[in-house]
């Protein structure tokens, strides 16, 4: 069963995350960004639904940003948690692409 943010509030371990509103577009879009990403490596059929919770943390040398979202997305007609992990990178950095997913997984609540 999915979970909302209003049930659910565990920022990382790691001080380095600041959390940042999940309401935003840009999260919302990384959250779609993520599950085509998932679909695409892995042949998976998720339809996206939301990010409820998203923390960033900025990295070294103008190498951009990581964002970690919590997010629902439907898989057989059932919402399920997961965390996904993308890096978005600095505007000029030369990197493979501008957005790349980390890690995508399901969260066990």
Excluded at 34 to 44: G, I, R, T
Excluded at 56 to 83: E, R, S
Excluded at 97 to 104: A, Q
Aim: aromatic fraction near 10%.
């Amino acid at each position: 069963m999915a979970t909302t943010a209003a049930e659910v509030k565990s920022p990382p371990s790691d001080a380095l995350w600041v959390c940042v509103s999940a309401h935003q577009l840009e999260i919302q879009e990384l959250g779609k960004l993520a599950v085509m990403e998932q679909n695409k490596k892995h042949h998976w059929e998720l339809t996206f639904n939301t990010v409820y919770e998203a923390w960033k943390m900025t990295l070294a040398a103008n190498y951009g940003n990581l964002f970690l979202l919590h997010l629902t997305a439907l898989k057989n007609g059932v919402l399920v948690n997961y965390q996904a992990v993308v890096w978005v990178q600095a505007e000029g950095y030369c990197g493979p692409e501008p957005k790349t997913l980390v890690s995508f997984k399901e969260l066990v609540l």
